[in-house]
């Protein structure tokens, strides 16, 4: 029995095909994610200059910041264990738009 489908491309070509599109799409979004964690690190001197703000209330800017994904990574976690990973990176994805708009 041949792997065989439509066009002469074999089953476990496709499902490589569509493994790479997943890779790259996860990647994308991981760089984005990177991306918009370090740059509140790298603008923070500007909006600390432009709000005149002292150091202790950028501390704590910073500090809310990054306080609020330690309690993202504690959700999503539960929430990947009761409704699986899928519909949690759905969530998220919808949430940080919403979010971020």
Do not use: C
Request: hydrophobic share 50%; proline share 3%; aromatic share 18%.
């Amino acid at each position: 029995m041949s792997n065989n489908i439509n066009g002469g491309h074999t089953i476990t070509n496709k499902a490589w095909g569509y493994r790479w599109t997943i890779l790259l799409t996860i990647w994308v979004l991981y760089i984005i994610n990177y991306f918009d964690r370090i740059s509140v690190l790298i603008f923070l001197p500007y909006i600390q200059r432009d709000l005149n703000l002292t150091p202790v209330e950028v501390g704590w800017l910073g500090s809310i910041f990054f306080f609020g994904y330690a309690i993202a990574q504690l959700s999503s976690g539960f929430l990947s264990d009761k409704i699986g990973p899928k519909k949690t990176m759905n969530i998220a994805i919808w949430v940080f738009t919403a979010v971020t708009f």
